[in-house]
């Protein structure tokens, strides 16, 4: 058999795959639409009704992702030569699912999809009433769970919180982060304390007001759209917390939520194009198929935290466009300077909330996080001394200590569905952005373009080197090949330091 | 085997059919979903892709639906005794829809669906540029596919024309019909020429105004809530064109349009929750199974018709709400009294839009398109033919006659859809509205209902008549069941011409 026989019997093989991969997308897509749904519009009381029909869905698509037709499809054609860097990144994507799915015994992975089902309603009400003891038994459960399946799934003695951060950035091992959030920790620890004694003094005040909803809904649309997301290819809706989805790379939504101070949505809507562009930007031969998403949680948080941050809360990025936002809040806005809006934007201030987190101590809510999922998996830390523990570290890292488990441990959602892991692909987001930022200045002048809000160039620079590949190259891969670099987390430092060292006098 | 013994091997082989049925449900419940979001949300340049979604996940549902397994379980189970009314119920509905999707040739239903697909945009573009010849060809090819496809399923002899409308309505073939319809001719045609020679005059130029769309919005919520439509288990958005859809009983959602005739919105909100309410009083016991939706497209339109007109329509609905009208609209309403509102709102104007027309000459469009489609199917009606005939109808049956197709025969999407015997079913719903009003005034007060508000009294007839059996039976039996007798459309004309003889003055 010569090798255009080869390539020609390989192709059929392939073939075979596809329509098996395209029922099995055709359900996840099922399953991202219920998801929006529920988010944004579904009636109160459909959610017990409508979730048997998730549960069907993701029952036929567990059946085709671990069935017999595909195994053996799938070794036929991870042997084959003569396929697209496409089609081996969608077959790799196929087999790294089947893996997962096929190790977990079924009951079990019912018995815990039923758990997170429920925690989530748990944790909601303990929050709420700021007790952790309601929510603890639940979450010993989940890490049980957890670090079980991990188990499971383990390669030679592979450390089980490093499979589960696998799940959501390959090429980050424990190892990695330890030397990551070292860095940070060495570096920004010091810094905050110097910014914070800094006698600089932002004035804020303006952002919290009587910000019309209407007048917000429409600042939100023009930004996402001067950013650069595409309305013919996306929406924009509201829900309780601001978030991105994507059916594929023809319809991506984004949400935000309108609140008192104008920044939150106004930063909000900007991070969620960053995520949308990414999406829209993924190749069309991709889209639909399991490759066709952004690389990994950490290469979309750098696509939003670029845009939020070092496109957003850049001076010259307001230049062409302040004068809208006054037009659009005279009262509240039009005696203030444009170059005061931007300061109060970038105010540093220490808090208890992650999402509330300034650039500077996003990174270092973020490190509590990871030392202390680890001491869960890997040190058996016990449930009840997270409190104690989470309330030491922010006063330790941010000089903060939360007066209650609501705006300390019980903030986040992730525990509560099962998501051990991922918390540290925030702040490597952060700085992927951050090294990118430094190796596009390298050829543009990027204020320059901001200033001319040509944005189009920075956004066609991203596609060109990282949205198009979708899921076909990893995190890691993506930066060498975009900066000629590995991760180097200094250029986050560095970026850190002197943008705060220009806004704070630190001596 | 004993008789429990039977019954327990029955209710297994029930066991093993439902989870196949529950997935099938599953995914008509997805692609519903994908209707509705198409409709109400999804960008623009999302439709192809989308498509593909929506074909992989029919064609999972027709593999379920034709699939050998199905086909033995329902072979044991209509053996079977031992199971409850619903259960066999929702066996028949599988049953015919292994029937209807079996028999044709998968190759020829893709190939129609692609037509399909298409039809709607030509016959869209037709229509705006009011050019038949442009939509023709299409429509023979839908008529000769629709034809076939009948005569794959016809059983002994019977006509294609009777295969099409057993699909919307059973126990109404053409014979049926033609007497229905004779009635009406007989009877609304004559006494329509009365009316409109009548010497009453009804004012109505307050109705079309400036009437705030954010008024409007507050109007259709409210309205829909008056008459009983639970927004805890269901929504109202915005769509071009208003409709009625559902996931399943806790999930039902109305669609309206917002116009600067203030009757439009109004009307349409009040005929929409009529079908929601519908849907919402289906039995826990039925939904999300073949047998969960109501029974027929007639008696659907029975309930929307009913809401819409007998309640809506009705002098006594608006005793206690007229003045929340007036109070929304100061400016358009505030000097017009309740007495003349009601009756601008049943001001009798023959018309050559069917969505547009007034309760008496309504059926008499149905008529038109029931008359044409007979001639289409059984007697090979050239297509080409049509428009002229249709002017001649209207002319006859309304005395108005378009003067170009968009307002003749390209006003409606039903044939370029593929629905042909839908039409009737339209006339039929308001003859059932009107004997369920015959029955119902046996026994109550309706007009004093409606003074104190007291809508629940007959939404809870309806429900117990009516909505919560679903498909178990169909819609003649339940106006057997309900009203003691078969089917009269004499109530529905002596209703008419009661109405419409107390409005204008007729001699």
Chains 1, 2 share one sequence.
Not at 96 to 124: F, G, H, M, T
Not at 469 to 490: A, H, I, N, V, Y
Request: charged share 30%; proline share 3%; hydrophobic share 35%.
């Amino acid at each position: 058999m010569d090798q255009e026989q080869r390539e020609e019997r390989n192709k059929e093989t392939y073939g075979m795959l596809k329509p098996c991969l395209e029922r099995a997308m055709a359900l996840q897509t099922a399953l991202i639409l219920f998801e929006w749904d529920n988010e944004t519009l579904a009636p109160e009381e459909a959610g017990k009704y409508t979730a048997r029909v998730q549960g069907a869905l993701s029952e036929a698509y567990q059946e085709i992702m671990t069935g017999e037709k595909i195994k053996r499809l799938l070794e036929q054609c991870r042997k084959e030569t003569g396929l697209s860097e496409a089609e081996r990144a969608i077959i790799r994507e196929a087999q790294e699912e089947y893996d997962r799915l096929v190790r977990i015994p079924p009951k079990e992975y019912r018995a815990y999809q039923e758990l997170v089902a429920e925690s989530a309603r748990v944790w909601a009400k303990a929050k709420e009433q700021q007790d952790f003891a309601a929510f603890a038994p639940v979450l010993k459960e989940i890490i049980f769970y957890q670090k079980r399946f991990a188990g499971y799934r383990a390669k030679d003695g592979q450390k089980l919180y490093d499979v589960m951060l696998d799940d959501y950035e390959k090429g980050f091992s424990m190892k990695k982060l330890d030397e990551f959030f070292g860095l940070l920790k060495e570096e920004l620890v010091p810094f905050l304390k110097k910014v914070t004694q800094s006698r600089t003094e932002i004035r804020d005040d303006f952002l919290t007001g009587d910000y019309p909803e209407e007048k917000q809904r429409e600042l939100a649309e023009f930004l996402a759209e001067y950013v650069g997301f595409d309305f013919k290819r996306g929406v924009l809706a509201q829900s309780a917390h601001p978030f991105t989805t994507n059916l594929h790379n023809h319809d991506v939504r984004l949400t935000t939520h309108y609140k008192k101070r104008v920044d939150s949505s106004l930063f909000s809507v900007i991070h969620e194009a960053g995520h949308g562009i990414y999406e829209l930007g993924v190749a069309d031969e991709l889209t639909q198929t399991l490759a066709g998403q952004g690389a990994s949680m950490g290469m979309h948080e750098s696509q939003s935290r670029f845009f939020e941050n070092m496109i957003g809360r850049n001076e010259a990025f307001w230049e062409p466009i302040y004068k809208k936002l006054q037009e659009l809040f005279p009262k509240e806005l039009g005696k203030v300077s444009r170059e005061e809006f931007v300061r109060a934007v970038n105010k540093v201030q220490p808090g208890l909330i992650r999402t509330e987190a300034d650039e500077l101590t996003y990174s270092l809510h973020v490190l509590v996080r990871y030392e202390l999922e680890k001491m869960l998996i890997e040190e058996n830390l016990n449930v009840e001394k997270l409190p104690e523990l989470w309330a030491d570290k922010y006063e330790e890292y941010l000089g903060v200590r939360p007066q209650n488990p609501a705006e300390g441990v019980l903030q986040d959602i992730h525990w509560a569905q099962g998501s051990f892991g991922y918390f540290p692909s925030y702040a490597l987001g952060s700085a992927f952005a951050a090294q990118m930022l430094q190796f596009m200045k390298k050829s543009m002048d990027f204020e320059e373009l901001l200033r001319k809000g040509e944005i189009e160039v920075i956004r066609h620079v991203l596609k060109r080197h990282i949205h198009r590949f979708g899921k076909m190259r990893d995190s890691r891969q993506l930066l060498r090949d975009m900066t000629g670099e590995d991760f180097e987390p200094r250029y986050y430092v560095e970026y850190l330091k002197e943008k705060y060292s220009r806004l704070y006098q630190t001596e």
